[in-house]
C-alpha cells in the first residue's frame, strides 16, 4: 500500500520507487556503499559497547548512594542535545575518529541508564530475600540478583536503543566526515539533491537496522533460554 | 494422653515491637517454642500462627525470618543467639525461584549453604529430588513448572540448606484438595525427620493449620492497644488433638476450632 502511494505520488520532486531501485541496486554494487557501512557499523558497536560497560558499572554501583546520585545525574543528560556536547568533546579529544567515537557514547549512555536503572528499580524484594535466605552477603545478593539474574535485560536494552544509536550516527558523522561512513554518505547526497541515491541509502539504512534488531533478539534467546516462554 | 514434655528453649520472641513511623504493627510478641520430646519418637514441632486478615502475621514472619529488624525486643534461637537472615528456612507464599536458575542449579545453591552435607551435595538434592517427586523437573526453569512443582522446589531448596527452623507464609493457599494432603503429609514427613525440626506455619486455613499442628499461637488486637500482640496459646497435645491422622472427625477438635474462631 505504502508503495503504491509512494509510486502514484512520486512526481518531479519525489523520485518513483523504480528509480530509487535502481539507485540502490548500483550502490550496492560499489564497493563505496559497502566500505561506509563497515566504517559506520564498527563505530556503532564499539561506541556500544563502551557505552554498556560504563553503564553497568554504572548502574551495578548505583546501589550504594553516591553512584546512585551520579547514575540520576545520568538520566537526566538524556536532555542535552549531542549538538550542544560538539563543542566541548571537540575541545577534549585529539582528532575527528575519538571524537565521533566519545559523541556516540555520550549519547548512547543515558539512554543505557535510564533503561538499566528502571530495571533494577524494578526488581522485586521476593529476590533480594531469596538471596538472604540462603545467608548471602551484600555482594554476592548483589551478583546473583542483579549482575547474573538481570544479564538478558542488558541485551535486551541494547537491542531497544540500537535505533537511537544509530540515530545518532548519522547526525555524528556529519562532525567529522574525513572517515566516510553512511551518515557522510547521506549528508554528501543530501548536498548535490540527489534525492534518489538519499532514498536508497535510507532504505539500506533501514534494513541494516531492521538486522541487527532481529540478530540480537535471536542471540538473546539463545544466551538466555529461561526467557523464552515468559514472554 | 499422649506422653510427652516440653524441653529446651528453641526459640524465643521477647517485648517484639515493630511499628512504622507512628503506626504501630506488633506489639510486645512474646512467645517461645520448646523441644517437644516422645519418648521412642523422633519428634519435631509444628506451631501454627493465626490471626486475621491484616493482623500483622506476615510482618511477624518477615521478623522470625531475619529478613526485617523489631522496632525495639528481640528474636533469640537455640539459647541466646539474635536470629538473622539466613538461620531460618523460608518458604514465601508465591514459592518464588530464581526465573534465571534451573531447578538443579537452585538447590545446589541452597545445598553449598548447608556445612552438614558438604562434598555430599549432588547425593542430597537427588535423594531430595526423588523423595519429593520433581526429579523430571530438575532441568526445567521456574516457569515450566507446575505449581504444585514450583511448591515442592521450593520447599526442598529451604530444606537443604538445612536448617532446624522452616517458616511457612500460607502454604495451604491456592491448592486443590489433593495437592493439599500432599503439602501436609510433607509438611507432616518434615517434622519428623529431625528432633529439633521446628516448622512455623502462618496461614488462613486454620483447620488444616491446627490439624497438624502441636501449638497454636493466636495474633490480634485487644482495643486500646496499640498493635496486635498474641492473644492466646493453645497447647494442642495438652488437649490430646496433636499427631492424629483423622483428628478432624472428632468432637474436641471442632471444639477448638470454634474457639480460635471466637478469639480472631
Ligand atoms: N511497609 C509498611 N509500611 C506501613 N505499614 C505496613 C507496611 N507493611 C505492612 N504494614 C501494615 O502492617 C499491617 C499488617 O500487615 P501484614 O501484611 O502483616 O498482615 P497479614 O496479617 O499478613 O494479613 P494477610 O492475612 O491479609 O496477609 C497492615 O495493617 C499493614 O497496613
Ligand atoms: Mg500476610
Redesign the interface.
Known amino acids: 500500500m505504502v508503495l503504491g502511494w509512494w509510486h502514484f505520488s512520486a512526481n518531479g520532486l519525489m523520485p518513483a520507487p523504480g528509480r530509487v531501485t535502481v539507485a540502490l541496486a548500483e550502490l550496492s554494487a560499489s564497493s563505496q556503499l559497502w566500505d561506509n557501512i563497515l566504517t559506520s557499523l564498527m563505530l556503532t558497536i564499539k561506541a556500544m559497547l563502551y557505552a554498556i560497560i560504563i553503564t553497568l558499572l554504572i548502574s551495578w554501583l548505583s546501589v550504594i548512594p553516591f553512584f546512585k546520585s551520579l547514575a540520576q545525574v545520568m538520566v537526566k543528560c538524556r536532555y542535552l542535545t549531542l549538538a550542544g556536547l560538539i563543542f566541548v568533546f571537540t575541545l577534549l579529544t585529539q582528532n575527528g575518529a575519538t571524537l565521533k567515537l566519545w559523541l556516540l557514547i555520550a549519547g548512547i549512555v543515558p539512554f543505557f541508564v535510564t533503561s538499566f536503572l528502571s530495571v533494577i528499580v524494578n526488581i522485586h524484594q521476593q529476590e533480594y530475600d531469596l538471596c538472604k535466605t540462603l545467608g548471602y552477603n551484600n555482594w554476592r545478593t548483589l551478583h546473583e540478583v542483579i549482575i547474573v539474574g538481570k544479564a538478558d535485560k542488558v541485551l535486551e536494552i541494547i537491542q531497544q536503543n540500537f535505533a537511537i544509536a544509530w540515530l545518532m550516527i548519522t547526525m555524528v558523522e556529519g562532525v567529522s566526515m574525513s572517515e566516510g561512513g553512511i551518515g557522510t554518505l547521506l549528508i554528501k547526497y543530501n548536498k548535490y539533491n540527489d534525492l534518489t541515491k538519499v532514498l536508497a541509502l535510507q532504505i539500506v539504512i533501514f534494513l541494516l537496522g531492521l538486522l541487527f534488531d532481529y540478530l540480537l533478539s535471536v542471540t538473546r534467546l539463545w544466551l538466555f533460554p529461561y526467557i523464552r516462554k515468559t514472554k | 494422653m499422649t506422653e510427652y514434655t516440653r524441653k529446651q528453649q528453641l526459640l524465643h520472641a521477647d517485648n517484639v515491637c515493630l511499628s512504622y513511623g507512628h503506626k504501630p504493627v506488633l506489639h510486645n510478641i512474646n512467645f517461645s517454642i520448646r523441644n517437644i520430646v516422645r519418648p521412642g519418637v523422633q519428634q519435631g514441632q509444628v506451631v501454627s500462627l493465626l490471626g486475621r486478615s491484616g493482623i500483622g502475621k506476615t510482618q511477624l514472619f518477615r521478623l522470625l525470618?531475619?529478613?526485617q529488624q523489631p522496632t525495639s525486643g528481640s528474636i533469640t534461637i537455640n539459647g541466646n543467639k539474635q536470629v538473622q537472615?539466613?538461620?531460618?528456612?523460608?518458604v514465601?507464599q508465591?514459592y518464588?525461584?530464581?526465573?534465571?536458575k534451573t531447578i538443579q542449579q537452585s538447590l545446589y545453591?541452597?545445598a553449598h549453604?548447608n556445612p552438614a552435607i558438604k562434598g555430599n551435595e549432588k547425593a542430597a538434592v537427588e535423594k531430595w529430588a526423588a523423595d519429593f517427586d520433581i526429579t523430571e523437573a530438575l532441568p526445567c526453569?521456574p516457569?515450566?513448572l507446575s505449581g504444585g512443582q514450583r511448591q515442592r522446589a521450593s520447599i526442598i531448596q529451604?530444606l537443604l540448606?538445612g536448617s532446624s527452623f522452616l517458616l511457612f507464609d500460607e502454604p495451604f493457599s491456592g491448592l486443590d484438595v489433593c495437592v493439599l494432603d500432599k503439602v501436609v503429609n510433607m509438611l507432616l514427613q518434615v517434622s519428623v525427620s529431625d528432633e529439633l525440626k521446628t516448622l512455623i506455619i502462618v496461614s488462613h486455613d486454620i483447620e488444616t493449620s491446627v490439624a497438624i499442628s502441636d501449638t497454636v499461637f493466636i495474633l490480634g488486637k485487644e482495643p486500646g492497644e496499640p498493635g496486635a500482640t498474641i492473644k492466646k496459646e493453645i497447647d494442642l497435645i495438652e488437649r490430646d488433638l496433636a499427631w492424629q491422622k483423622d483428628i478432624r472427625r472428632q468432637k474436641a477438635f471442632i471444639d477448638t476450632l470454634e474457639e480460635i474462631k471466637a478469639t480472631l
Open positions: 525470618a531475619g529478613l537472615a539466613g538461620d531460618m528456612g523460608v514465601f508465591h518464588y525461584l530464581f526465573e534465571w545453591m541452597a549453604q526453569y516457569h515450566q529451604q540448606k
